[in-house]
T-cell receptor, first 116, second 113 residues
Framework: AQKITQTQPGMFVQEKEAVTLDCTYD???????LFWYKQPSSGEMIFLIY??????QNATEGRYSLNFQKARKSANLVISASQLGDSAMYFC?????????????FGKGTMLLVSP | KAGVTQTPRYLIKTRGQQVTLSCSPI?????VSWYQQTPGQGLQFLFE???????NKGNFPGRFSGRQFSNSRSEMNVSTLELGDSALYLC????????????FGPGTRLTVL
């Protein structure tokens, strides 16, 4: 079974609108971290936001917020007031366990296109 | 503070050759991870190094190897290149190993002809 599932291959949104990118995860660990990265066409992965499994409040970073629903195992990224520069691939990722030897597992990604 | 740097940015090799890629982490970061990104397989974990020790290894053949130096800089080596090794190779650093966020470099795009 896939550990990270992003069901939206592509999303279209108009400038200044909000958009939600879906991510569900699968783990039996109690301790894990969830991440969102943005990858523009240049290729560099840009860290956006992090949510720890024990964090009670949803993470927020500027226009980015993470809608964390632990019981449903979902960690959706919400981008408020989309900008043209937000057009990129977005990846959800997870690190499991607290042994210190964990790896980052990525979803397949969602391509976001923001139109004027 | 300077970000993660990777050299070279682009590389063209032929089948059978070997290649070495370099990654310098953010100053103070001791953990370096390597990932391979291809259109078909997506992002796949290669290996992670922490304090010069390989902490974890992904499901890649032995042709893929790496090392980390005392200054936390890391290199990965691919021997006997195959066409399927063409990919974007991304390096990421984090403060310590574990659940901390990782910061990625710009990647090295390797093309094998």
């Amino acid at each position: 079974a896939q550990k990270i599932t992003q069901t939206q291959p592509g999303m279209f949104v108009q400038e200044k609108e909000a958009v939600t990118l879906d991510c569900t995860y699968d783990t039996s660990d109690q301790s894990y971290g969830l991440f969102w990265y943005k990858q523009p066409s240049s290729g560099e992965m840009i860290f956006l936001i992090y949510q720890g499994s024990y964090d009670e409040q949803n993470a927020t970073e500027g226009r980015y917020s993470l809608n964390f629903q632990k019981a449903r195992k979902s960690a959706n990224l919400v981008i408020s007031a989309s900008q043209l520069g937000d057009s990129a691939m977005y990846f959800c990722a997870m690190r499991e366990g607290d042994s210190g030897y964990s790896t980052l597992t990525f979803g397949k990604g969602t391509m976001l296109l923001v139109s004027p | 503070k300077a970000g993660v740097t990777q050299t070279p940015r682009y590389l063209i090799k032929t089948r059978g050759q070997q290649v070495t890629l370099s990654c310098s982490p953010i100053s103070g970061h001791r953990s370096v991870s390597w990932y391979q990104q291809t259109p078909g397989q997506g992002l796949q974990f290669l290996f992670e190094y922490f304090s010069e020790t390989q902490r974890n290894k992904g499901n890649f053949p032995g042709r893929f190897s790496g090392r980390q130096f005392s200054n936390s800089r890391s290199e990965m080596n691919v021997s006997t290149l195959e066409l399927g090794d063409s990919a974007l190779y991304l390096c990421a650093s984090s403060l310590v190993s574990g659940l901390n966020e990782q910061f990625f470099g710009p990647g090295t795009r390797l093309t094998v002809l």
